[in-house]
């Protein structure tokens, strides 16, 4: 169908004028946020990649997107594509939940069930040891003393 906005006269953009249907492009590869008390979701466009271009991993509470695909010809010459997406967690998400989804029309769906508990974070000290100095260097010290 035709929606009432494509009919509509050109936009400007940036002096020029185009077609409302190239203003649906330019919103292409973006990202949505939908956080509620029961669910964090992510909705990322990667229409340009294949599924198996694409890598989903989570880091702590960190959430990482990836996607790259090698040089490939289309009809203007070669071209490659890569990014790298992180999105940060809600400290009640437990990363090890999270589920992808890719639709038809290359629009990736990340879904993590929030379970209302926060994790307190964890403060891990490292204490820190001094090296000795190596037995090897010692001994060359004490001989260039007793040279001089």
């Given at each position: 169908g035709v929606f009432?906005?494509?009919i509509l006269a050109p936009a400007l953009y940036h002096g020029y004028y185009i077609r409302p249907r190239i203003n649906k492009q330019l919103d292409r590869g973006t990202s949505e946020i939908s956080l509620n008390e029961h669910k964090f979701?992510?909705?990322?466009d990667v229409c340009h990649f294949l599924p198996d271009e694409i890598t989903v991993r989570t880091i702590d509470n960190l959430l990482e997107v990836m996607g790259q695909?090698?040089?490939k010809a289309d009809r203007h010459g070669f071209i490659s594509r890569e990014f790298t997406r992180t999105y940060i967690l809600p400290l009640d998400v437990d990363p090890l939940l999270v589920r992808a989804t890719l639709s038809h029309d290359g629009i990736l769906s990340i879904v993590a069930p929030r379970t209302g508990k926060e994790v307190k974070a964890r403060v891990n000290e490292v204490k820190i040891t001094q090296q000795e100095q190596p037995v090897g260097k010692e001994e060359q010290s004490e001989e260039g003393k007793g040279k001089e």
């Open positions: 009432p906005c494509e979701q992510v909705f990322l695909h090698p040089q």
